[in-house]
């Protein structure tokens, strides 16, 4: 039985993140998946929401992943994500600055307010603050 | 003859054409470098993406895939064509190259109806003037084209072709084959041509292989669209450093051509004097 997993994540823009980890919770559309070694090769939409790594070390990672998908095999998991972030490089000011414009709207919609986007711009604002308060 | 203070002033004046030449040639080497960073890091999700695409289409069953929209072959004859050239340009034949490229493209479909998308300021420039149809035209992004800019041509193609507006989507674009050399690439992205490559592994899957094709075709063309995007890119600026590297070279033979010259001419004159001299004295004699 494998001990570790290689974990990929890359956007169209990059390669985020190439390491061995020994487990990782991943943000699916329909909710967590926590994926150890060993597991059922699986593909998987994603979500909005943050990737949490364990390192061989032990030490945890955050990132902030924003739609795309995952495939996770027996020892590896890849994660294709449309926009991702390491914990440490999220602009903080700005994700706030998203929250709150997304509140607003949502709170008091003007008529020509679209709320269902509102709704996805409030979700991604939060999960670049979760990830980014785990830097 | 030329007076020795014409050449002079020549000779200054190719000096600061070197210069500048010389500096452009240095900047675009340092967003060359850049550039090909981006087309080399956005290679893995490219390669990544088209395996997974391949998996999923083998899980959901090439014949049902077939009736997707965006897979529908119907007969060419509205046809899309998107031409990538740069903002700028002193890049050689850069642009030329690819205007040229894309006026065959249209003389060899003149039984078809073509429309052109036109990203970058010179082709715009170019078919903007020309009894050509033109769908629209973005400038601006051809230095450091990002996603949302790919991902909004892409939506725009898409809605075009499930639309029943065209029939096809072709884009015309350098692609980046080494600093020195760019290659004129002509590539169909719609309908779209299954990859194969299947690792046949059994997926569990979280979500119908349909449903994430679905998703998953036009994340497709706005990767293809950003790859040219991106390889354009690296190409402009490798384009415009041989260009602007052999036009310092140029400058630098033409200053030493022009101070051979000056020397001689300087030379002439000064001979003439003495002859005057020495016959004005032998006249005394």
Known sequence: MAATLRLEVATPERLLLRENVRQAQVPAANGYLGILPDHAPLLAELGVGVLIYELENGQKKWMSIIGGYVEAGPDRIRVLANRAENADEIDVARAQAALKRANERIMNPAPDVDVARALNALRRAQARLEAAAHK | MPSLIDIRRRIRSVKNTQQITRAMKMVASARLRRAQDRVINARPY????????????????????????????????????????????????????????????????????????????????????????????????????????????????????????????????NEFKSVLSQKVTLKKILPIAMPGGATGREYIFEQPPMQMLEKLLPEFIALQVLEAFLESAAAEQAARMTAMDSATTNAGEMIEKLTLYMNRVRQASITREIIEVVSGASALE
């Open chain 2, 46 to 173: 490219a390669r990544m993406a088209s395996e997974l695409l391949a998996d999923v289409v083998a899980a959901a069953g090439p014949e049902l895939v077939e009736q997707l929209p965006l897979l529908d072959v119907r007969e060419e004859r509205r046809i899309q064509l998107v031409l990538i050239t740069a903002d700028r340009g002193l890049a050689g034949a850069f642009n030329t190259n690819l205007i040229k490229a894309a006026q065959q493209f249209l003389a060899e479909h003149t039984d078809q109806e073509v429309e052109l998308e036109l990203v970058g300021r010179k082709g715009r420039d170019f078919f903007v003037k020309r009894p050509v149809r033109i769908s629209g035209e973005t400038t601006g992004i051809s230095q450091s084209p990002s996603q949302a800019d790919a991902e909004r041509l892409a939506r725009k193609l898409i809605g075009r072709f499930t639309a029943g507006e065209v029939d096809s989507v072709y884009l015309i674009y």
